[in-house]
């Protein structure tokens, strides 16, 4: 839960900052914008945000395996071992 | 080399029977075969590229029909007849049908495949895996070009006469007191992508067809100087193709939904989302084709749609990752060969899918198209996803199919061998992209960021190969002399069934 | 199956397609922004052939497999082939565009500071498309 | 792969068998499991494929690649009919210019029907090179062909076009082109955008025998033999393409001096990385003009790296020709040096 709250923090940052970079860095007169900077910049922006959630679910993957692997001391059996319904 | 359910019988007698268990074995061994033969042709082409300058492959000519080859065998000869093999075996199981729904045209289905394979293997075509004309027209060989083009069209409508075989036997054989809702997820998968075949390969054989009489001369649909267009046959060809990486991916995700409850000791933690992510996905496969094209002068517009038609179709995947990591919760997992191939699956497929959200972003493209970023990026998919979801679920059938055990210890270390190959040739691909290296190509200039990047993909793949051979002499040596297996449970998990001996059907 | 609860998935799900609709939105915004060619841009006609590059500027000189341009102007390249598909690609620039027979596409860059660059083929074409380079020299703006 | 080969070789004959099969509900028969045996004779059935399919493909390897789709064939078989043609040395020289009525429904070259000069006749004989300009005076778009077509705009002889219906000359933009003739007969210049030539864009090149220039036609066979060594050389970042030395070193792309009639051998041999092909042409923009049958290997069949090959020929008529790389490109890219017949 907590890592979905971060994740939205995440995402409005990352929206408003470049919104707001758009408004000013586009007006310069005689300049022609950069197509490298703009998608270079785009290509980033959306790096940030994969690899954030490439940590999120890696560390979540990895988290489950190290918790439940039937060799952790804290492993039990499945209510549905119990109860036979598998 | 099958479990016979009757009694022993000569080979022969396997060869020619119409069972789905011995057609699902021709399958397997086929499709092993194939992965083994085009596994060669890439380690070939990425010792090529090693060092910069030509190495031991004779000349371009040579390269672009080794990795012509090697595409279409590893698409066509290895993930769809494996597939295939897959739902021979377990589908009527699944459903509780004694067979097939089309016992016959099931064995013709599979006996199209061999004469496709030999057209596509001797003639050793050089126009890439995706025969774009101009260049198939008027620059491709013959007759190597048109035995591919034959080739192709023959396993179009093998994998046609297989999909309509699956969907009827789900849909019509399935057990009466079974209802549609109760069939396992891995029966759904098939479903769904039987479903987009039927819709996706014809547009396919059409364009096929065309490319033939454009290479005959007798019309010019690809031929602008007569008034055609090339990228006509771009639409076509992705119409068919974009949905086809579906076709591939959803039965390896099915595969993962049997191994990874049954090693985490739990039912699937929702299995109506798995049903209405695998419709959704057969759904919206088709609305993503052009994304392929961004290059080929579409308009905004154009872009801007394709581009949301992609990003459709990420909520499904999503949907599948979260429900593999909710089953995992709170269970009880054993770390057997099958469960380390699906979880590295899921993470590789996490880490793929990424990369597509943000290829699919327009701008992006200018970046990434037809560069090693594209390679990388789809080969985390086959290899990574489609490749490892097969692999383990081919230790999980091992049993069944031999009715002997598998060396686990040699399974694991294949795993973490082909594991650590993958991470290494394919993410480094998508950086040596980003530095602007192209896609097949014979030889670079000698930049030292792509010579240090192409050795690292290079090692990562000798790496794979190393696990590949791990994993050959492991299969041929359990299949013969493995210890033999406790059919009931192979792994002792306890629990109610191992798949083909379950007791009873499972969930609900 | 067992009672569990769905809404952990939903909100999961909504996240996924918050993002989703976030890249395409950027994505849209930038793509806006790249594709509007500027006024008074040079055009250049660049037809790609097996296996070499032909560039002809507006007062009529052509170029082989080099390219000189002046740092500061902007330039639209209407890309064209001869024969098979090509791509016409200048990685430092991020300017790619496919060069297909019988179609002229279009696209723009401008470049900034004077230096060398690659330009290759993007799109397979053949037996020497690992070969099929050049040059954009980027000089000083002539004032 | 030791452990391997002893699988294929160890053939036991017991069958395993197990009881576990035995108790389960639907499986009456007990388990028969899969042995070495079997498991060799299935490696075997297998690999034996394989070797036979091996043994196809490698043994027909080249087989394979062998010949350009029909459609190709079916074109330069077309372009091929302008290829030999023997170069009289004489040049005619004739400027065209694209014009159009005020309200575009006619269109001519020169000058509108009716006046004087309107799509002018060409007068040339066998194996003249006629030099063609051309310049859009109209307002529209037109491009440049000739062919023999006596209608439509298809069959357009390559090397003689300037731009294309799809990519044309846009007004005031022009061009240049030559073309030789081959033999007798009429051949057409035409607008190639599609329907200018039904509008009027259409003028005749009269084509008449060679006998209009005696003198140059070629001399008996004089006996006198030559052999010339030429060999493909590439710059190590391949942009330069040369013959024997690269621009400003010693001997590069040579020039070649013979009697018309005299016996010409030439060996080439590929020293460089990609492909490459041999041919004395009259026009090194365009490789299908190959004379005398003087063609080392093909574009679409090249020498390899290292491969050479020899050709002999007679030289024909005297003239300046040139001797070229074929493979498309090359000769721009330096490829091309001059041959000349006395």
């Known amino acids: 839960m907590r890592s979905i709250v971060g994740l939205f923090v995440i995402i409005v940052i990352l929206i408003i900052i470049p919104s707001i970079d758009y408004a000013f860095g586009q007006e310069e007169p005689g300049k022609y914008l950069d197509r490298r900077a703009l998608i270079w910049n785009l290509f980033f922006r959306m790096m940030v945000v994969a690899f954030t959630i490439g940590a999120v679910v890696s560390g979540t993957l990895f988290w489950l395996c190290w918790r439940f692997r039937e060799s952790n001391p804290k492993a039990v059996q499945t209510k549905y071992e119990q109860a036979g319904e598998w | 080399m099958v479990l016979e359910l009757a009694k022993p019988r000569p080979i022969w007698q396997i060869m020619f029977s119409t069972h789905h268990t011995d057609v699902g074995l021709l399958y397997l061994i086929t499709s092993l075969a194939f992965l083994f033969m085009g596994g060669a042709l890439a380690l070939a082409l990425r010792l090529e590229l090693f060092f910069p300058g030509p190495q031991f492959i004779a000349d371009s000519m040579t390269f672009n029909r080794i990795f012509t080859v090697h595409g279409t065998t590893m698409i066509f000869l290895f993930i769809l007849p494996f597939a295939t093999a897959v739902g021979n075996y377990f589908i009527p199981i699944m459903v509780r049908y004694k067979d097939m729904a089309y016992p016959k045209l099931n064995a013709i289905a599979y006996w199209m495949i061999p004469p496709s394979a030999a057209l596509m293997w001797l003639g050793f075509s050089d126009f890439t895996w995706y025969a774009t004309p101009p260049y198939s027209v008027i620059s491709a060989p013959a007759p190597a070009a048109d035995m591919w083009i034959f080739g192709l069209k023959i396993l179009g409508v093998s994998s046609i006469l297989s999909s309509i075989n699956f969907i009827v036997t789900i849909m019509k054989c399935k057990h009466p007191d079974m209802s549609l809702g109760q069939v396992p997820l891995l029966g759904w998968s098939f479903l769904s992508s039987s479903m987009i075949v039927l819709v996706a390969i014809p547009t396919f054989a059409a364009a096929l067809l065309m490319l033939l009489t454009d290479r005959l001369g007798v019309s010019g649909f690809f031929d602008p100087t007569v008034g055609g267009d090339p990228v006509a046959y771009q639409h076509l060809f992705w119409f068919t193709f974009h949905p086809e990486v579906y076709v591939l991916v959803i039965p390896a995700i099915g595969m993962m939904y049997e191994i990874i409850p049954r090693f985490s000791r739990k039912p699937i933690f929702s299995y109506s989302s798995g049903v209405f992510a695998f419709v959704l996905l057969a759904i919206v496969s088709f609305s993503s084709w052009a994304h392929h094209m961004y290059a080929t002068g579409m308009s905004f517009t154009e872009k801007t749609v394709f581009m949301v038609g992609t990003l459709a179709a990420v909520p499904a995947s999503a949907m599948h990752v979260f429900n593999f990591l909710a089953t995992m919760w709170g269970g009880r997992i054993r770390f057997a060969t099958p469960m380390m191939w699906s979880v590295g699956g899921i993470a590789l497929f996490f880490s793929a899918g990424a990369g597509g959200v943000v290829n699919s972003a327009m701008p992006l493209d200018f970046i990434t198209h037809d560069s090693y970023w594209v390679v990388g990026h789809f080969h985390l998919f086959v290899f990574g996803t489609i490749a490892f979801g097969s692999l383990g679920y081919l230790y999980y059938m091992f049993p069944y199919v031999t009715g002997r055990m598998y060396n686990e210890k040699w399974g694991v270390i294949h795993f973490i061998l082909a594991f650590i190959g993958a991470v290494m040739v394919f993410f480094t691909q998508h950086v040596l992209g980003l530095f602007g290296m192209p896609r097949r190509i014979f030889d670079y200039p000698p930049f030292p960021e792509w010579i240090a990047m192409n050795q690292i993909a290079s090692i990562g793949a000798m790496i794979i190969g190393v696990s590949m051979v791990i994993f050959l002499v492991n299969m041929v040596y359990s299949t013969a002399k493995g210890k033999p297996a406790n059919m009931d449970d192979p792994w002792g998990l306890g629990g109610k069934y191992y798949y083909p001996y379950q007791r009873k059907n499972p969930h609900h | ?143 | ?342």
Not at chain 4, 14 to 22: A, F, V, W, Y
Not at chain 4, 203 to 217: D, E, L, N, R
């Open chain 3, 1 to 143: 199956m067992a009672g569990h609860s769905t809404w952990p998935e939903w909100v999961y799900v909504g996240v996924v397609i918050a993002l989703l609709v976030w890249v395409g939105a950027e994505a849209w915004e930038v793509e806006r922004l790249v594709e509007h060619v500027p006024e008074g841009a040079e055009v250049i006609k660049v037809t790609g052939q097996q296996w070499f590059w032909t560039f002809e500027h507006e007062d009529g000189t052509k170029e082989i497999g080099e390219l000189h341009v002046q740092a500061g102007k902007a330039y639209k390249f209407e890309v064209t082939a001869k024969d098979v598909n090509h791509s016409f690609n200048i990685p430092d620039y991020v300017v790619l565009m496919d060069a297909i027979p019988g179609r002229i596409h279009t696209v723009w860059f401008a470049p900034t500071e004077p230096g060398e660059h690659e330009i290759q083929c993007r799109e397979y074409c053949g037996l020497i498309h690992y070969n099929m380079r050049g040059k954009l020299i980027v000089e000083e703006p002539l004032s």
């Open chain 4, 1 to 342: 792969m030791g452990s391997w080969w002893k699988i294929l070789l160890s053939i036991p004959t017991k069958k395993s068998t197990s009881l576990i099969g035995e108790n389960l509900s639907h499986m009456e028969e007990p388990i028969y499991r899969t042995t070495p045996e079997r498991t060799a004779k299935m490696m075997i059935i297998v690999l034996a494929i394989c070797a036979v399919g091996a043994a196809i493909f490698f043994t027909l390897w080249d087989y394979w690649i062998s010949s350009p789709a029909a459609v190709v064939l079916m074109k330069s078989a077309k372009a091929a009919e302008e290829a030999p043609a023997v170069a009289t040395g004489k040049e005619v020289k004739v400027s065209l210019a694209f014009v159009e009525s005020s309200d575009l429904r006619t269109l001519a070259f020169n000058a509108l029907p009716g006046e004087s000069g309107n799509n002018p006749t060409i007068e040339a004989s066998v194996g003249d090179k006629i030099i063609i300009d051309v310049v859009n005076n109209g307002k529209s778009f037109h491009a440049f062909g000739i062919t023999q077509e006596e209608e439509g705009f298809a069959g357009i002889i390559q090397g003689t076009d300037i731009a294309s219906a799809s990519n044309p000359l846009k007004p005031g933009e022009g061009g240049k082109t030559e073309f030789v003739p081959s033999k007798e007969g009429t051949y057409y210049y035409i607008c190639t955008v599609p329907g200018h030539r039904e509008l009027g864009m259409i003028g005749k090149i009269v084509v008449g025998s060679v006998q209009a220039a005696p003198k140059v036609q070629a001399a008996a066979p004089t006996g006198v033999k030559h052999q010339f060594d030429l060999n493909f050389v590439e710059s190590s970042d391949f942009k330069t393409l040369a013959f024997n030395a690269l621009p400003g070193e010693e001997g590069n792309n040579p020039e070649i001096r013979v009697q018309s009639g005299d016996e010409v051998t030439i060996k080439a041999t590929n020293t460089g990385k990609s492909f490459h092909a041999f041919g004395v042409v009259i026009n090194p923009e365009d490789p299908n003009t190959v004379v005398w049958n003087s063609a080392i290997a093909l574009p679409s069949k090249p020498l390899k790296p290292n491969e050479s090959g020899e050709v002999t020929f007679l030289a024909g008529a005297p003239g300046t020709y040139y001797y070229i790389c074929t493979v498309p490109g090359h000769a721009l890219q330096g490829m091309k040096g001059t041959f000349i017949v006395e």
